[in-house]
Nanobody
Framework: QVHVVESGGGLVQAGESLRLSCTVS????????RGWYRQAPGAQREMVAT???????TYSDSVKGRFTISRNYRENSVSLQMNSLTPEDSAVYYC??????????????WGQGTQVTVSS
């Protein structure tokens, strides 16, 4: 069983920065991709940033240039550095790990989420 645990959320003012961290452990399965997603009240969950096992990254247009996703190989964690935060970034942020179960078969594991609130 793969365990995904997020940390680092909180309350900040607009223009400030926040760093989220996600630790993936257990299962002994290779992880194909790690990513950050967010869900604001009344909205659908959306992709924020992902990092593939190859190192390639993707970002949503709304955070491109402000957020940076990175991996810490020693700690087996992935971080999301969020700069120039705006109230529109307020949401519950979730970490997802996509594990390779078998050839052509992957499974997503989600964390419980961490709240990010940006005041104006």
């Amino acid at each position: 069983q793969v365990h995904v645990v997020e940390s680092g959320g909180g309350l900040v003012q607009a223009g400030e920065s926040l760093r989220l961290s996600c630790t993936v452990s257990g299962g002994g399965l290779p992880i194909l991709e790690r990513g950050w997603y967010r869900q604001a009240p009344g909205a659908q969950r959306e992709m924020v940033a992902t990092i593939h096992s190859s190192g390639s990254t993707t970002y949503s247009d709304s955070v491109k240039g402000r957020f940076t996703i990175s991996r810490n190989y020693r700690e087996n964690s992935v971080s999301l550095q969020m700069n120039s935060l705006t109230p529109e970034d307020s949401a519950v942020y979730y970490c997802k790990a996509t594990a390779i179960m078998d050839i052509g078969k992957n499974r997503d594991y989600w964390g419980q989420g961490t709240q990010v609130t940006v005041s104006s």
